[in-house]
């Protein structure tokens, strides 16, 4: 397997944390504190994101196998909970389908069953603009589509960060990461998800709208839902202790 980057802290049951198209493992600096107080947390940074080696990877499901395939690099128990963000939720719900027996629990937040058309385009764009111009091209798009506008004017800092993260991606394997977003449907197959899931969106996010998120938790037998107040597409970063308490209440819950 090409090198993958990868962060372990505290101990206890296995957490994996996968980011979101727009990030990459620091992103979850505010949140693995709380998370590593009772959990052996794992995140990793997907092919092409930080240290991570370039794969090519062109469909969520090869997204999905190249992660399983980590897990088992890693040794990660067969009870391991999975959360996801954004593209990473898509990632771990597409893990869930694909290679669902060898992992437990499921945590997705900011996430839909399918793009409706007309927000698929962006995708498509983004691909387009970074396969001719490079990650620079897209860093303002990115980040208005991560983040509300109110907290990009409180956190300049954080903004600032998130761009420095975001130019150093590999162009190739997220323009690939963009396309597989445009033909995602996840829609016939998530009746067969049997799962315990928890599904929560930011109440302010404009990407995975908290009504598509809502049907996506609808679709799925064992879901709950949870809305993440004054929050957008990027929780860990606007609101992490929230997203901390939400997920610890739903994985320390029995599970039958």
């Given at each position: 397997?090409?090198?993958?980057?990868?962060?372990?802290?505290?101990?206890?049951?296995?957490?994996?944390l996968?980011?979101?198209?727009?990030?990459?493992l620091?992103?979850?600096d505010?949140v693995?504190?709380?998370?590593?107080?009772?959990?052996?947390?794992?995140?990793?940074?997907l092919?092409?994101?930080?240290?991570?080696a370039?794969?090519?990877l062109?469909?969520?499901?090869?997204?999905?196998?190249h992660?399983?395939?980590?897990?088992r690099?890693?040794?990660?128990?067969?009870?391991t909970?999975?959360?996801?963000?954004?593209f990473?939720?898509f990632?771990?719900?597409?893990?869930a389908l694909?290679?669902?027996a060898?992992?437990g629990?499921?945590?997705?937040?900011?996430?839909?069953?399918?793009?409706?058309?007309?927000?698929?385009?962006?995708?498509?764009?983004?691909?387009?603009?970074?396969?001719?111009?490079?990650?620079?091209?897209?860093?303002?798009t990115?980040i208005?589509?991560?983040?509300?506008?109110?907290?990009?004017?409180k956190?300049?800092?954080?903004?600032?960060?998130?761009?420095?993260?975001?130019k150093?991606?590999d162009?190739a394997?997220?323009?690939?990461?963009?396309?597989?977003?445009?033909?995602?449907?996840l829609?016939p197959?998530l009746?067969s998800?049997?799962?315990?899931t928890?599904?929560?969106?930011?109440a302010?996010?404009?990407?995975?709208?908290?009504?598509?998120?809502r049907?996506?938790?609808a679709k799925?037998?064992?879901?709950r839902?949870?809305?993440?107040?004054?929050?957008?597409?990027?929780?860990?970063?606007?609101q992490?202790?929230?997203?901390v308490?939400?997920?610890?209440?739903?994985?320390?819950?029995?599970?039958?």
């Open positions: 397997m090409r090198a993958v980057e990868i962060d372990q802290q505290g101990a206890g049951p296995d957490l994996l996968i980011h979101s198209l727009l990030t990459e620091t992103v979850f505010g693995v504190p709380g998370l590593a107080r009772t959990r052996r947390v794992t995140r990793i940074n092919p092409g994101f930080g240290k991570s370039p794969v090519e062109n469909s969520l499901a090869e997204h999905a196998a992660v399983a395939n980590v897990m690099e890693l040794k990660l128990s067969p009870g909970e999975v959360f996801g963000n954004g990473g939720a990632v771990a719900l597409q893990l694909d290679h669902g060898e992992f629990p499921l945590v997705v937040a900011d996430a839909l069953a399918a793009f409706p058309e007309p927000a698929r385009a962006p995708f498509r764009n983004m691909a387009q603009a970074v396969r001719s111009k490079g990650m620079e091209a897209v860093l303002d990115a208005g589509r991560m983040l509300p506008p109110g907290f990009q004017e956190y300049p800092q954080s903004v600032m960060e998130r761009k420095q993260h975001l150093t991606v162009a394997c997220f323009a690939r990461a963009c396309l597989a977003l445009a033909e995602m449907d829609t197959r009746a998800l049997e799962k315990p928890l599904v929560m969106c930011g302010l996010d404009q990407t995975t709208p908290p009504a598509l998120a049907e996506l938790a799925i037998p064992r879901a839902y949870r809305e993440i107040p004054d929050s957008g597409h990027c929780p860990m970063l606007e992490p202790q929230a997203l308490a939400f997920m610890m209440e739903f994985l320390d819950a029995p599970h039958g």
